[in-house]
């Protein structure tokens, strides 16, 4: 698990025209922090390093620790505002996420051996993906960065679907709980192969 730590202080003004004067003037972003039994909190963070973190696949999937005015408490960013057309930051949401506070966040699925899966290496399939990512929901604490997806045995218009991936230890996909076994990946034909391996035919 990857160790991701920010720097705020708390904000005492409010409103769109402080929001703005703090993003141009200060180079600050406006954020909040909320859940659990503790009063949302108003709070600001440093536009370069949180720009620099969202850089970062895990970093949208991991408990972040957000020190606010010297204190830590561990988060997970929960929604992001962003410039329609700059590289600019305009707001941001944490969801505060103590070791056993139960989450309900996006993880990244990561599809390994596509390559030199039999579908692909042996009969020539086109891989299709149907999702990139999944909603999971844990404890904090078992938190995954990525869900992975081995491709290695699948085979021509195999369809996998959410119920065949392994959740890790303490997270269960959404989905499933309510009853709808997505389809994840598939691999196929290409467009035209089957016609192509059988030249000659209609002679």
Sequence with gaps: MSDYR???????????GSS???RRLEGRVPAVIYGGETAPLSIQVAHKDLLRALEEEAFYSSVITLTVDGKEEPVILK???????KPVVLHADFQRASANTMLK???PLHF??????????QQGGVVHHDLVEVEVACASKDLPEFIEVDLTSVEIDQ???LSDLKAPKGVTFTALSHGSDLPVVSIHKAKGAAAESEPGEDA
């Design 105 to 107: 966040v996006h993880v």
């Design 159 to 161: 369809v996998v679907h």
């Design 20 to 22: 703005r004067r703090l």
């Design 79 to 85: 929604a992001l505002q962003r410039h329609p057309a």
């Design 6 to 16: 920010l720097d705020a202080e708390t904000r005492n003004t409010a409103g769109k």
């Design 112 to 121: 390994t051996n596509e390559a030199n899966c039999i579908a692909v290496k």
